[in-house]
């Protein structure tokens, strides 16, 4: 198969603080030592072997020099995930709007936030790998995810 792995994500910010803040504090991704110098503010961030490239000032704007509004074409970025439970805590004591679901056909619990940029992520949690003793999604009606709705 020609494509073996996806590389990077790039996400545009008009607030890299913010964004920073959001996928290093609250999803525990790391900045990487390796972006190189560029013309443009940004991060890059690691988790895994794949990369978040986050562009900021001039590299939020496309070449028309206008910015589209929340994701463009693309709808969201799916990742899997370790620890539900913490994850689900990290979220409220950050704030962070969520939504969660369990399919149970799957075998997955879920749970979806939006990046101060609108990018909607989604994580996902193989119950079978998770800690003897996770609760997992228990939902209420504000929590409860809609598919393709948030």
């Not at 545009?12 to 790391?30: G, I, P, Q, R, W």
């Not at 961030?45 to 206008?66: E, R, S, V």
């Not at 998770?130 to 393709?148: I, L, T």
């Amino acid at each position: 198969m020609p494509i073996t792995d996806i590389i990077h994500v790039a996400i545009k910010t008009m607030d890299l603080e913010a964004t920073n803040k959001f996928y290093s504090e609250v999803l525990e991704m790391t900045f990487s030592p390796l972006r190189p110098p560029m013309h443009v503010p940004g991060s890059w961030l690691d988790f895994n072997k794949t990369q978040l490239h986050i562009l900021a000032g001039d590299g939020a704007y496309g070449p028309d020099q206008t910015r589209e509004p929340i994701t463009g074409s693309i709808d969201h970025l799916a990742v899997h995930a370790t620890g539900y439970d913490a994850m689900k805590q990290r979220l409220i004591d950050h704030d962070v709007d969520y939504r969660e679901n369990d399919i149970t056909t799957s075998g997955l619990w879920q749970l979806f936030v939006r990046d101060p940029n609108g990018v909607v992520i989604e994580m996902n949690f193989r119950k079978a790998d998770e800690p003897e003793g996770s609760v997992g999604p228990k939902p209420d009606a504000a929590h409860q995810y809609d598919f393709g709705r948030f």
